[in-house]
């Protein structure tokens, strides 16, 4: 299995957004930016064929994967890096004073 560390570290590997969200949630809780992983939501297509919501990874090198996209916490899968594709990086919220506001929030209403 390729450590999450080792998969970051590779220049070959992945696209720089989804390597971003995953370098952002890697980091100690405490240097953690939670406002900023809570604006982006970040999926994968699994070696099954699915489209699953990667909802973090740990320091044992796995990525956790959830069929339940809107799931924020808990996984259904503790997989291997190398076993996803198709990555990407989707907008979940804008960032609006440093706070992290839900995207339909932030459409201008008609009057």
């Not at 220049?11 to 900023?36: I, Q, S």
């Not at 699994?46 to 069929?67: E, F, H, N, P």
């Amino acid at each position: 299995m390729k450590h999450i560390d080792d998969w970051l570290d590779d220049p070959t590997t992945g696209p720089a957004d989804v390597k971003e969200w995953l370098e952002h949630f890697r980091r100690p809780a405490v240097d953690r930016d939670y406002k900023w992983l809570a604006a982006r939501k970040l999926f994968c297509t699994y070696k099954d064929g699915k489209r699953y919501r990667c909802i973090g990874c740990s320091r044992m090198g796995d990525v956790w994967l959830t069929k339940h996209f809107e799931r924020e916490n808990g996984y259904d899968l503790r997989i291997d890096i190398d076993d996803c594709a198709e990555w990407e990086v989707t907008p979940n919220a804008a960032l609006r004073g440093g706070e992290a506001v839900p995207l339909e929030s932030t459409v201008m209403q008609e009057d």
